[in-house]
């Protein structure tokens, strides 16, 4: 692949809503990028103070995995006609957005419907007198991040320099909310599609700010540290990469980053993207890496739309990135943070042309996924569609 130009200068503008909430601007076109002008726009709403938030984390003892009880959430806007879009920017004689500006490169702003907070609200340490069921409030951040202002683009229409805007932006939030209190881990993703239940059609994905270690990291961080103590020291993502370079299911290879769907893919199209050099999160990418990631990235996207063929509706996936906790982790001994690799999971649930995979009983009863689709068939699909 061909270098593409150096990460772009960008500017950050923080500006705050009508209830509280913090909203930023990340911006790489003039004239706000030099400064000649100012993204921030009062937001003149008549809205009620931001709920402080009452979600409740409950410890699930037999699992060990936390469930976050958000039932506020209820009231969230659903598939709003397209002039009431609120991710659309505020003028054109519309009603006013959650974003006051009159147009927007990027923007991130906190959920008005959130799953955590920095204000929520604190609960008894346990619920009944019970001891057995620990009880915590929802601490942590929600955020929404509009990848362009355009409401009928995808992220696969994004050209190299707004994608690269995008990561600035993923990257900014990583570094920001790993200092919130409380918070283990930041996790970036996008639902893309109805089928995944997205409730707004606009192009945004989201960030998560956990207070604690997910399950799925968690039992990367213990495998790790299983292999590590098992070879002497090797690294498992390092021995993955290397196996999966070898091996028939490659999909793209950059010079800095690799795609490729894992030996055991859970979905039917499955694709992970990690850098070359190991890195635990997106602060650690070095440049030729930033710089050569929209390429790769928006190359990936744009063959997901292209596995089931011409004619077919956009395919839906869940983009999800994958970075270290920034918490302690010394339930996983003899591993560190920068053992972790950073890496971008890719995934749809279609099936085929029409048909979903659903989570049913053996994946939702018992975490057993049964994938229809060989990885390999599925590798050697999204080479074909290559652009
Ligand atoms: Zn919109």
Known sequence: MTATPAAPAVRRTPDVLADGREIIYF???????????????????????????????????????????????????????????????????????????????????ENRFPSFTTTAVGEPADIDGEPLFPVRPGIGRCEVVCFTSDHNASFADLTEEQAALVLEAWTDRTSELSHLPSVEQVFCFENRGAEIGVTLGHPHGQIYAYPFTTPRTALMLRSLATHKEATGGENLFDAVLESELAGGRVVLEGEHWLA????????????????KRRVPDLLGLDEEARTEFPKVYLELLRRFDRIFGEGEPPTPYIAAWHQAPFGALE?????????????????????TSGKLKFLAGSESGMSVFINDVPPERAAERLREVAS
């Open 27 to 109: 911006d790489d076109t003039e004239p706000y990028v030099s400064g000649q002008a100012s993204r921030a726009t009062p937001d003149t709403r008549p809205l009620e103070p931001a709920d402080p938030g009452h979600s409740q984390l409950r410890y699930d003892v037999l699992t060990g995995e936390w469930v976050t009880i958000a039932s506020h959430r209820n009231t969230r806007t659903f598939m709003p006609p397209a002039d009431e879009c609120p991710l659309d920017p505020t003028g054109r004689g519309r009603v006013p957005s959650e974003i006051p500006a009159h147009d927007y490169d990027v923007v991130v702003f």
């Open 260 to 275: 490729f769907v894992p030996y055991a893919a859970h979905w039917p199209y499955e694709v992970h993207l990690y850098p």
């Open 331 to 351: 339930d996983f001994e003899g591993v560190n943070r920068d053992d972790f690799a950073l890496h971008l999971e890719l995934f749809t649930i279609r099936r």
